[in-house]
């Protein structure tokens, strides 16, 4: 069974940096697209990146694009979103995500994905 745990969330000032990670288990990792989602508190979540398996296409939401960058690390079972730059509007809860068979046209498409973790909280003080 494939699981998925979030870590690196929390406070930061505008401006300020963080760096999620998200290590996957219970799966062959470099089979797997992965993506990071952030849901506002009553909205949808929405994509903020995603990367395909073997590290292959990029993805990113065009609020995040030059700020935030998805790295992942097949030898750890780890994918991380750096976080640059940050605003308040950042603020969010984020989700890791991970699925197989994705095509780049639905790399941004939450229901795509088979996996989730339990999501991490970023605020981002003004």
């Keep these: 069974q494939v699981q998925l745990v979030e870590s690196g969330g929390g406070l930061v000032q505008t401006g300020g940096s963080l760096r999620l990670s998200c290590t996957f288990s219970g ?4 089979s797997y697209t ?3 989602f952030r849901q506002y508190a009553g909205q949808e979540r929405e994509i903020v990146a995603a990367v395909k398996r073997y590290g292959g296409d990029t993805v990113y939401a065009d609020s995040v694009k030059g700020r935030f960058t998805i790295v992942r690390d097949n030898a750890k079972n780890t994918v ?4 640059n730059s940050l605003k308040p509007e950042d603020t ?3 989700y890791c995500a991970a699925g197989q068979g994705l095509i780049t046209s639905t790399l941004r498409v939450g229901r ?5 973790g339990q999501g991490t909280q970023v605020t981002v003080s003004s």
Excluded at 27 to 30: C, N, P, Q, V
Excluded at 80 to 83: A, E, G, R, V
């Design 34 to 36: 992965m993506g990071w």
């Design 80 to 83: 991380y979103l750096h976080m």
């Design 112 to 116: 795509a994905y088979d996996h989730w």
């Design 92 to 94: 969010a809860v984020y």
């Design 27 to 30: 799966g062959t990792f470099r």
